[in-house]
Nanobody, 125 residues
Framework: VQLQASGGGLVQAGGSLRLSCVTS????????VAWFRQAPGKDREFVAAIRWSGGHTSYEDSVKGRFTISRDNNKNTVYLQMDSLKSEDTAVYYC???????????????????WGQGTLVTVSS
């Protein structure tokens, strides 16, 4: 099973980026796919999650109204559209997925068994 994250880069504050997470090598369906981020010197934190079937979404408070998580089931891909970016959004962004995770755990990084390699987002002020 592989998760491939891409789409990071350097952007000015107020700009936009779209991250992609392509999953492959699995015959089962995910229950939830999520994005986490880790800034230098900080712990990894939850950003957003989406249920593969049904599309339930959850967001960390600081990104609500600015970030949108979506999925394309046919392409086994989850997207994170990031608008109105701020310098504090600078971090390495990781996608994570799990087939058995329960709703109460979707904001917890250790609850996910599969991880992508991370993509760096740098927002200049």
């Amino acid at each position: 099973v592989q998760l491939q994250a891409s789409g990071g880069g350097l952007v000015q504050a107020g700009g936009s980026l779209r991250l992609s997470c392509v999953t492959s090598g699995h015959t089962f369906a995910w229950r939830y796919v999520a994005w986490f981020r880790q800034a230098p010197g900080k712990d990894r934190e939850f950003v957003a999650a989406i249920r593969w079937s049904g599309g339930h979404t959850s967001y960390e408070d600081s990104v609500k109204g600015r970030f949108t998580i979506s999925r394309d089931n046919n392409k086994n891909t989850v997207y994170l559209q990031m608008d109105s970016l701020k310098s504090e959004d600078t971090a390495v962004y990781y996608c994570a997925a799990d087939r058995g995770i329960i709703l109460s755990s979707i904001r917890t990084s250790r609850a996910y068994n599969y991880w992508g390699q991370g993509t760096l987002v740098t927002v200049s002020s």
